[in-house]
């Protein structure tokens, strides 16, 4: 948590990031520099009706609680954004939710209807794979007609994010990355709502498009008043996460691929072939917030990393060892997670030149970390190349100050310049914080350096083979 410091005179700017494993409040003001950060865990909890719901209870007091804690700044907020985890759907009426929100993922969303498959339709439509849980929000929202149909029949449907939005201004709306995030239930072709949804009557019941940089316009005069901020706030309709990270460049870089890092490890490359998409990869259309049909693909890369180093710091990966690794011709195979990713339904493991396998407690912990950056780059390399992915490549979130990680992935992508976020803000509440002020002119470009190159022809070789070795093309 960042108190409160003094701003001066002038406008300030609110951002509220819900994530799935935190939640933060900032405080900006128009230069973009940010004087108060909150954050607070996410939480699970039980809806009553069958099923884990988000708690939206505890994360509406918490930020009551920021709200009211800004002191002096309260009266010098002039705009609130919100951003929010996609495969997330709540319902309001005129007394608030119609029902808790699911948890994505409970377990119960497995279980489905038998003839789904045939329900969602082909890939080509939705470009959404079919997930596991309730990692598609139309999932969610059949598990909840076929258990609790009265229940489920109440309230306007609204995307996550749209929903904080509702909950600040009072005004429900829906918005296309929110839409269009792996639900099933958005058409990026048509530019509509999918057959499932119609089908179904979803999509009649969901609020009006409204674009993620609109004004829905001011805050609820009631909570103005019970926590001392001003009536005249102006609140956006905000967007998905990962698409609010990739909002930040659509400014400046119409055209390159975004790594969003951290637990996932998220490749997005706008102006891709969508044709060349493969749903059991793990690849998908996300949609900007500008309506554009975004290839992605992904993988738990965070986990993954974790699981290598076991146990290591992951900032002892080197450029020594990397050398020393590259000699002797060590490769981790894919893969280490079975939560998504291209390599979900593989069994990793580490190999010498030889091709015999290699327990972990035989690397010392700088190795271990280093192999493990050399494996999430490789997979992320991967993946842009599968994407068919433009550059410039601009890598964002904690790996990006991983030199090993940034260093492989940019000797294995040599076509493209590989840029480093250097922004202190993460990439999804500073997107979010440009959406505040999408329509102005003169909004700089992100901050970003280049990376080194790492390898040499040792790496090239190395790649070449894990790739055979994999059987991955």
């Known amino acids: 948590m960042s108190e409160a410091r003094s701003s001066g005179a002038g406008p300030l700017d609110l951002v509220l990031d819900i994530g799935k494993t935190r939640s933060k409040l900032l405080v900006l003001d128009r230069a973009g520099e940010v004087l108060v950060q909150r954050d607070r865990a996410s939480e699970v909890r039980d809806s009553g009706l069958g099923y884990?719901?988000?708690?939206t209870e505890g994360i509406a007091a918490w930020l009551e609680d920021g709200l009211a804690g800004l002191g002096g700044l309260r009266r010098q907020l002039a705009s609130a954004v919100v951003s929010a985890h996609g495969a997330a759907v709540a319902a309001v009426d005129g007394d608030g939710l119609a029902w808790p929100v699911p948890d994505y993922e409970f377990d119960g969303f497995n279980e489905r209807a038998p003839d789904w498959a045939q329900q969602i339709g082909d890939f080509a439509e939705t470009y959404s794979p079919d997930l596991p849980r309730g990692l598609n929000a139309a999932t969610q929202l059949d598990w909840l007609e076929r258990h609790a149909p009265t229940t489920f029949a109440r309230g306007q449907l609204l995307p996550y994010a749209q929903y904080w939005a509702w909950w600040l201004s009072g005004v429900a709306a829906s918005e296309l990355s929110s839409l269009g995030c792996h639900t099933?239930?958005?058409?990026?072709?048509?530019?509509?709502?999918?057959?499932?949804?119609s089908r179904r009557g979803w999509a009649s019941r969901f609020a009006p498009l409204r674009r993620a940089w609109e004004s829905?316009?001011?805050l609820r005069p009631q909570l103005a008043q019970r926590l001392g901020l001003p009536s005249g706030l102006r609140v956006h309709a905000g967007a998905h996460d990962s698409n609010a990270c990739l909002?930040?460049?659509l400014r400046s870089h119409p055209r390159m691929t975004l790594v969003t890092t951290g637990t996932w490890i998220v490749v997005m490359a706008p102006g891709a072939p969508a044709r060349r998409l493969h749903a059991e990869l793990d690849q998908l259309c996300n949609v900007s917030v500008r309506q554009e049909r975004v290839p992605t693909g992904r993988f738990m890369g965070g986990r993954e990393l974790q699981w290598l180093c076991a146990g290591a710091d992951p900032e002892l990966a080197n450029a020594d060892d990397l050398q020393r690794l590259l000699a002797r011709g060590v490769m981790a195979l894919p893969g280490f997670e079975t939560q998504g990713g291209p390599f979900r339904d593989r069994i990793g493991r580490v190999v010498d030149a030889a091709g015999d396998e290699i327990p972990l407690t035989a690397f010392t912990p700088s190795e271990r970390a280093t192999l493990a950056a050399l494996y999430?780059?490789?997979?992320?390399?991967?993946?842009?190349?599968?994407?068919g992915g433009t550059g410039p490549l601009i890598v964002e979130g904690p790996f990006a100050h991983n030199p090993v990680y940034t260093g492989v992935l940019?000797?294995?992508t040599p076509r493209e310049s590989l840029l480093i976020s250097t922004d202190p803000l993460e990439g999804t509440a500073r997107g979010a914080w440009m959406l505040?002020?999408?329509?102005?002119?003169?909004?700089?470009?992100?901050?970003?350096?280049?990376?080194?190159?790492?390898?040499g022809e040792a790496l090239t070789a190395l790649h070449a083979r894990w790739r055979k070795v994999a059987d991955i093309g």
């Open 216 to 218: 829905l316009g001011p």
């Open 410 to 412: 940019a000797a294995l």
């Open 247 to 249: 909002a930040r460049y």
């Open 184 to 197: 099933h239930l958005w058409a990026p072709d048509a530019g509509d709502y999918s057959q499932l949804a």
């Open 376 to 387: 999430t780059a490789q997979v992320t390399a991967w993946i842009v190349d599968s994407l």
């Open 436 to 455: 505040s002020r999408w329509t102005e002119p003169g909004l700089g470009a992100p901050a970003t350096e280049g990376a080194q190159a790492l390898g």
């Open 52 to 55: 884990s719901a988000l708690d």
